[in-house]
C-alpha cells in the first residue's frame, strides 16, 4: 500500500519514500529492528501536517508510527512495514511560558532540556529529568510517562502534565485538561495519554507544570563496602523523613566503568551513591542524609559546589554510555518496592552468574527503579540468547518481588509478552477496550504496548 | 423493574427495598434530590458482595449507584427511580500498612481520617485532605479525586493513589496500578477511574502513598484590608520559590461567620490567609511567608504552637458550615490560573450585585480553587432562581479566565451542562466512547458526570 502522490503533496512538511527512508527509523535506542520497511515518512512542520497525515494513512491503510527524538528503550517507535512515519520533532515551539502561573505550552518536539532552560530565564524549571532529556522530545517523555533522576521528590512526567492536544484517529484535534493547578471536570483524558506509548493518539502539544528554582542544592556522595549496605543506607535516609531531590546508586562495576570512560580516577568502592538535598531544608537534610550515610560507610563527602556536583553527576550519567561500549546492551527497567531494592540487586547477581551474562545494575534508589544493564560482546555469539534468558528471570524477580516490569521506559513491543503477566487477563481486556474505543481500526502504533 | 427474591438471598450483605430505604440515599450533601424512588439497597460487606449486586442489577435492568459517606457535593451519589444502590462503606478495613516501602492498601469504605490516624503510628501520613475527611470514604474520595487544604504541596487524592481494585460492570474484579513508586506498564487504568464519578466501575480498594509525618510545622495567619491585597500576598509568596503545604483564604464575611460559629473574638478584616509550612525549611519558609505577608498588611501572626495552629484551622473549616445556617448553599468549586485569583473574587463580588445574592468566597489560594457559597435564605422564594443564575455566571466567569468548572468536587448531576462549554464536543465524545467501552448498557451512575 502507498499513499496517492496528491495527498503526499498535500504536507507543508517533507515527505520520504520507502528506500529513501533513513534506517534510523525502523529502530530506537533499544537496538530492537522492527521487520520490513516503512512506507511513507512525514516529517510534519505543524499541527496540520499532523492532521493530514493521520487521514491520508487511514485511507491508505497503513498504520501510524509516531517518532520524536528516536531515544526510545522498547521499541515503541520503531516502525516497519506498512507504516506511515510521523516525525513531530519539527514541531519545536515553547508557545508560551506564564510564569506567575507557573505554566509552560509547548510543543512535542520540544525537548526537556530545551524547555529547562527557558523555564530558568523566569527563575523556573521543569523538573522531569529524564537521561535522555537533551535528545529526546517532550512528545516522547509523556508518551512514555518518562521518569528521569529527580522522580523521588518531584515526580515523573505526568506528575508535570497539565494538558494535551491529541490527534484522533479520526484527525480531530482533541484538547485535554486545564492550565490550572488543579481540575477534576471530566475523566482524566490527560493521564490516560500520558504513557500510552503512541497507540491512541498522536500527542502534538502540551501544557505542563513548573516549579521554581530551588533555593539551595547539596550533593552528597558515599562509597560502600557491597550494594545491600548501600541499599540499607538509603532506605534509612528515606526513613528519616528526608526527601530528598536525587538518590542514585550504581553497583561496583557501573561506578568503575563510568569512571573510566570520564578518566576521572574516582574512588573505588562496592557501591556508590549519590544524593541531593534541595530547597530551603537543603542544609538539614545533607546533613541527615551525611549522618544516615556515616553509618554505613566512612566514606562520605558533601558539598554544595556546582562543579564538584556536576562531576558526581557525570559519574551517574555516565554509567549506561560506559557500558554500552562492551557491546550491545539490554537495557531493564524493573521497579521493586524500596524495601527490597537489596534482595533484587543480590538476585540479578545470582541470574548473571546463572546466565554467564555480565549485568551491571544502577538506578533510581529512592523509588525502587532498578536499570539491570545486560551486556551483550560481540565476540561472543550465543551472548544474546542468554541475556534474553537473564532479562526473562529479571522480570520474573521484579513481579515476584511485588514490582513491575517497567518503571519509566515502557512496554513497547520487547516487555508485550510479560505486561500480561504482570496485570492479568481483566486488565489486559479492559485496556484493549479502551484502545478499540479511541482506535477502532487500529491505526496507531498496532502490535505495540499492550 | 425489581430484584428477584433469590438474588437479594444471595448478599450476605444487608438488603433493603423500595420504601424501606432511608430517603437520605436520594440526595448528597450538595442538597440536589434524584427524582424516583430507588429500588434496592445494597450494604455490602465485602467484595463478593459488590460483585454479585453489580451482576444481578444488570440481570434485573436497574442501574448501580455507589454509595460512600454522601457527602458528595455535586449529586453524584445521589440515587433515584430505577436504581441499586451499593453502599460500600460497609468494605472498611484497612489490609496493610507497608511502613518501610511508604504505601498502605485499604477497602474503600475507610475514611482518609482513621487512615491517617493509623499512619500516623509509623510516623507517616495519609496527605489527601478533603474538608469532609471525617465523614466521607477513601472510595469516594478517589471517584471524585478530591482535593483538599494541603494540595498546594502534596498535590490531590490522585496523586497518592497507585493502584486499585474495581468491580466492572460484567462483575470481574479488575486490579490496576502497582505498589511501587513509579510504573508505566500498560494503560493508566488508576488515572482513569480516579475522578471517574461512578460511571466506570466500583472502586472497592486501593493502594495508597503514605509520606513522613513533617518533622517541623509553622502557621502563618494575616489579616488583610481587602480580597486584592490577600491575593496579591499569596501570589508574592510564590514566587518567593516558597511551597507551603496550605493557603488558604477566606472572604470578610466568611471570616466573621466562622468566628461568629466558633464564638471565637477573632479580629475582623477584608480578608483572611492563613498558610502553613512545614518539612525541614518550615522555619525558613514561614520567615519568607510572614515577611511576604507583611508587604500587603501589618496583621501577621506567626507560631508553631500546635493549638494556636489548630484555632487558626478551625476558623478555616467552619466557613462553610458557618454559611449553612443561614439557608440552602449552593458550593461552587472554580479553579483559575492563581494570577487571576482577584479578579476572579472581584467577578464574584459583582455577579452576587447583578443577582442579588448572598455570595461568600473561600478556598485554596495555593491552588486558584475558589470555593463561591451561594446562600439561599428559607423565605425568599425567588432566591433559588437567582442563585443558579449566579452559579451560572460565576462558571462563565472561571472558563473565561481560563480556569476549570470544578477543582475537587467534581460534575455530578449539577454540572453537566457546563462541561460540554468547558471541554468541547471532541473530549466529550472521546470520554462517551470510553464509558461505552467500560460499560455498553449504561450500568453505573447513568445521567451523571458526562
Do not use: N, W
Given at each position: 500500500?502507498?499513499?496517492?502522490?496528491?495527498?503526499?503533496?498535500?504536507?507543508?512538511?517533507?515527505?520520504?519514500?520507502?528506500?529513501?527512508?533513513?534506517?534510523?527509523?525502523?529502530?530506537?535506542?533499544?537496538?530492537?529492528?522492527?521487520?520490513?520497511?516503512?512506507?511513507?515518512?512525514?516529517?510534519?512542520?505543524?499541527?496540520?501536517?499532523?492532521?493530514?497525515?493521520?487521514?491520508?494513512?487511514?485511507?491508505?491503510?497503513?498504520?501510524?508510527?509516531?517518532?520524536?527524538?528516536?531515544?526510545?528503550?522498547?521499541?515503541?517507535?520503531?516502525?516497519?512495514?506498512?507504516?506511515?512515519?510521523?516525525?513531530?520533532?519539527?514541531?519545536n515551539r515553547i508557545l508560551e511560558i506564564a510564569a506567575d502561573d507557573e505554566v509552560a505550552v509547548v510543543e512535542a518536539g520540544v525537548s526537556a532540556a530545551v524547555l529547562d532552560a527557558a523555564a530558568h530565564r523566569h527563575g523556573l524549571r521543569y523538573t522531569p529529568d529524564p537521561a535522555s532529556t537533551a535528545i529526546s522530545t517532550i512528545g516522547g517523555n509523556i508518551a512514555t510517562n518518562?521518569?528521569?533522576?529527580?522522580?523521588?521528590?518531584?515526580?515523573?512526567?505526568?506528575?508535570?502534565?497539565?494538558?494535551?492536544?491529541?490527534?484522533?484517529?479520526?484527525?480531530?484535534?482533541?484538547?485535554?485538561?486545564?492550565?490550572?493547578?488543579?481540575?477534576?471536570?471530566?475523566?482524566?483524558?490527560?493521564?490516560?495519554?500520558?504513557?500510552?506509548?503512541?497507540?491512541?493518539?498522536?500527542?502534538?502539544?502540551?501544557?505542563?507544570?513548573?516549579?521554581?528554582?530551588p533555593i539551595d542544592t547539596i550533593t552528597i556522595a558515599a562509597y560502600f563496602d557491597d550494594v545491600e549496605s548501600a541499599a540499607a543506607a538509603c532506605a534509612a535516609v528515606l526513613a528519616a523523613r528526608v526527601r530528598p531531590a536525587m538518590l542514585e546508586l550504581l553497583d561496583e562495576s557501573s561506578l568503575r566503568e563510568a569512571q573510566d570512560l570520564l578518566g576521572v580516577r574516582g574512588e573505588s568502592a562496592g557501591a556508590f551513591v549519590v544524593a541531593q538535598t534541595d530547597g530551603f531544608g537543603a542544609r538539614a537534610e545533607a546533613d541527615i542524609v551525611a549522618k544516615t550515610f556515616g553509618e554505613f560507610t566512612s566514606r562520605v563527602r558533601t558539598g554544595s559546589d556546582p562543579d564538584a556536583a556536576a562531576e558526581l553527576l557525570a559519574v551517574r550519567r555516565a554509567a549506561l554510555p560506559a557500558l554500552e561500549r562492551h557491546g550491545r546492551v539490554l537495557i531493564e527497567d524493573i521497579v521493586v518496592p524500596r524495601s527490597r531494592i537489596a534482595t533484587a540487586v543480590r538476585r540479578i547477581t545470582e541470574t548473571a552468574a546463572r546466565h554467564r551474562s555480565r549485568i551491571n545494575t544502577f538506578g533510581h534508589a529512592g523509588d525502587g527503579n532498578l536499570h539491570p544493564i545486560i551486556v551483550v560482546p560481540a565476540d561472543d555469539p550465543d551472548a544474546y540468547t542468554r541475556a534474553v534468558a537473564a532479562a526473562d528471570e529479571i522480570f520474573a524477580t521484579a513481579l515476584e518481588l511485588g514490582g513491575t516490569i517497567t518503571g519509566e521506559h515502557g512496554v513497547g513491543v520487547l516487555k508485550r509478552a510479560w505486561l500480561a503477566r504482570e496485570q492479568g487477563p481483566t486488565a489486559l481486556r479492559t485496556q484493549q477496550s479502551i484502545r478499540h474505543a479511541l482506535d477502532p481500526n487500529g491505526l496507531f502504533n498496532p502490535g505495540k504496548a499492550l
Open positions: 500500500m502507498a499513499l496517492p502522490t496528491d495527498e503526499i503533496r498535500a504536507f507543508t512538511g517533507k515527505v520520504l519514500r520507502g528506500g529513501d527512508i533513513p534506517e534510523v527509523y525502523r529502530t530506537d535506542r533499544s537496538g530492537y529492528v522492527a521487520a520490513g520497511e516503512p512506507e511513507v515518512l512525514v516529517l510534519a512542520a505543524d499541527v496540520d501536517d499532523v492532521r493530514r497525515a493521520v487521514v491520508a494513512a487511514a485511507g491508505a491503510g497503513l498504520s501510524v508510527v509516531v517518532r520524536g527524538g528516536g531515544s526510545g528503550l522498547a521499541g515503541g517507535a520503531a516502525a516497519g512495514a506498512g507504516s506511515l512515519i510521523l516525525d513531530v520533532s519539527g514541531l518518562a521518569g528521569g533522576l529527580r522522580c523521588v521528590k518531584y515526580g515523573v512526567t505526568g506528575d508535570a502534565t497539565l494538558g494535551l492536544d491529541v490527534v484522533l484517529a479520526d484527525g480531530q484535534l482533541l484538547h485535554t485538561g486545564r492550565r490550572t493547578a488543579k481540575g477534576v471536570a471530566g475523566l482524566d483524558l490527560t493521564s490516560l495519554f500520558t504513557g500510552s506509548e503512541g497507540i491512541l493518539g498522536v500527542i502534538v502539544a502540551a501544557t505542563v507544570r513548573l516549579r521554581p528554582v
